[in-house]
């Protein structure tokens, strides 16, 4: 081997090496904007005042939506071409997503790309534009139905043109914008266990397999099989993030372990312990103290030492309901988190920062 391909070897091991540095700089002191319930991203100058509350609250990180309700926060052309539907229409010309970004990197701020919609289309809504453009999308359970689940509307998330779209949006977002990060949640790689029941599904099931699905949804092979699949679709995202933004963290909001693989497909210890997963932001959303600690103990158990560092809890601190934390509780789940030794946390959702005294 010459000099040079020995020097070029060098550089390379070098920088796969530097690729696979995980250690966060800063960890997480986040929270979730989202477009319900809120105002928060309805002008530029409540884009302002988001950012402003942030930083006067010690945050540093914003997960802000850029997918939902089955449209973008943005201008988006990938929406244009699929759909004919650029931009939820409610910001009348003015993006969101540009303005946050911009103001949350003056404030000091890392602002996240949430596409908190995943793979459902539509919420409540029998007869969306998603629907009635594209019926072969549609997930189906065992009794051939459409997948709904909780008034949420699901694609068939194994479906590659359904894998297609999500990863250009993707793409869009992360070219487009200079978010300090990409995030799917509980729906995002997920489906409904339910789900798998079309004939797109099935028939790739017995070609992989030899056999048709079993009329169980959570049968254990089955199952696994299902989640494999997403999984598969999440460390895709995390190549396609990478290689468009090598710098652009990749992280996920998945529910709390077995409940997301049983109920949503979400293997998420498997995205960790596979290296497509820069940080997991679990949903502990719970309403006392006692069924905190109990989800924190049994997070602290799934992974290792080493993975804790990548790990922040989720804790809910309002609904649109009405529901908001206590200001003590909120203190002590936080205390909990760095007592079982959780540096960070991201809190559900940005309107309750309005209406507690302190977060830290």
Not at 42 to 58: D, F
Request: glycine fraction near 6%.
């Amino acid at each position: 081997m010459n000099m040079k391909k020995i020097i070029a070897s060098i550089c390379f091991s070098v920088l796969v090496l530097c690729s696979f540095a995980q250690t966060p700089v800063e960890p997480i002191r986040g929270t979730w904007v989202t477009n319900v319930a809120s105002d928060a991203l309805m002008s530029l100058e409540k884009v302002k005042q988001t950012v402003a509350t942030c930083k006067q609250k010690k945050l540093n990180s914003i997960f802000v939506v850029v997918w939902n309700g089955g449209v973008t926060m943005y201008p988006s052309k990938v929406m244009q071409d699929y759909i004919g539907i650029a931009q939820d229409t409610v910001y009348k010309s003015f993006d969101p997503i540009a303005a946050i970004v911009e103001e949350g990197h003056k404030q000091g701020l890392k602002v996240h790309a949430w596409f908190e919609f995943g793979f459902s289309f539509a919420y409540k809504d029998s007869n969306s534009i998603w629907k009635n453009k594209y019926p072969h999308w549609i997930a189906k359970n065992n009794l051939q139905q459409p997948l709904a689940k909780n008034g949420f509307y699901w694609w068939n998330a194994i479906h590659p043109e359904v894998q297609l779209f999500m990863k250009q949006l993707v793409k869009e977002v992360v070219a487009k914008y200079n978010v300090d990060g990409f995030q799917g949640d509980d729906r995002l790689p997920a489906m409904p266990a339910e789900g798998g029941y079309d004939h797109y599904t099935t028939q790739l099931y017995l070609s992989e397999t030899g056999k048709m699905p079993p009329a169980d949804c959570r049968e254990k092979q089955w199952l696994q099989w299902k989640a494999n699949q997403l999984s598969s679709f999440g460390k895709s995202l995390y190549q396609l993030v990478k290689k468009e933004r090598p710098n652009c963290l990749v992280t996920w909001s998945p529910s709390i372990y077995p409940w997301s693989k049983e109920q949503y497909l979400q293997d998420w210890p498997t995205w960790v312990k596979d290296g497509y997963a820069d940080y997991i932001l679990p949903q502990l959303y719970r309403y006392n103290i006692a069924a905190y600690e109990k989800v924190l103990l049994q997070l602290k158990q799934q992974v290792t030492p080493a993975q804790m560092q990548k790990v922040f809890p989720g804790i809910l601190t309002s609904l649109g309901d009405g529901y908001l934390v206590n200001q003590q509780l909120l203190k002590e789940m936080i205390q909990l988190n760095r007592k079982h030794g959780f540096m960070g946390e991201c809190l559900f959702y940005y309107e309750s920062l309005n209406k507690l005294p302190s977060i830290y």
